[in-house]
């Protein structure tokens, strides 16, 4: 569970850091509000994932650590998409 949180952590704030310097996107509320709710949001959902959803459909091992990480971690990159969306 901690590698889990770690890799979501990391990834989640290299993601609300660097995508909307790649798309050239200015954050609504500032880059701190951005990496915070992406992280946060990415962090929850890494552990609903892990926890709950992955037992579920029967994975286990290093698919269940990547599945989980990776969807939480895309999941933080959405997250920026509703921030911009709230604020327009």
């Known amino acids: 569970m901690f590698m889990v949180m770690l890799i979501t952590f990391v990834?989640?704030?290299?993601?609300t850091?660097?995508?909307p310097k790649a798309f050239n996107s200015q954050p609504p509320y500032g880059v701190?509000?951005?990496?915070?709710?992406?992280t946060a949001v990415g962090l929850?959902?890494?552990?609903?994932?892990?926890e709950l959803l992955s037992p579920m459909i029967g994975l286990t091992?290093?698919?269940r650590l990547a599945?989980?990480?990776?969807?939480a971690i895309g999941f933080a990159a959405?997250?920026?998409?509703?921030?911009r969306k709230i604020k327009s």
């Open 44 to 50: 929850v959902w890494a552990y609903i994932t892990y």
């Open 61 to 63: 091992g290093w698919l």
């Open 67 to 71: 599945g989980s990480a990776g969807d």
């Open 78 to 83: 959405v997250m920026l998409w509703v921030l």
């Open 11 to 15: 990834g989640s704030v290299l993601v």
């Open 32 to 38: 701190v509000v951005d990496i915070a709710v992406g």
């Open 17 to 19: 850091w660097l995508l």
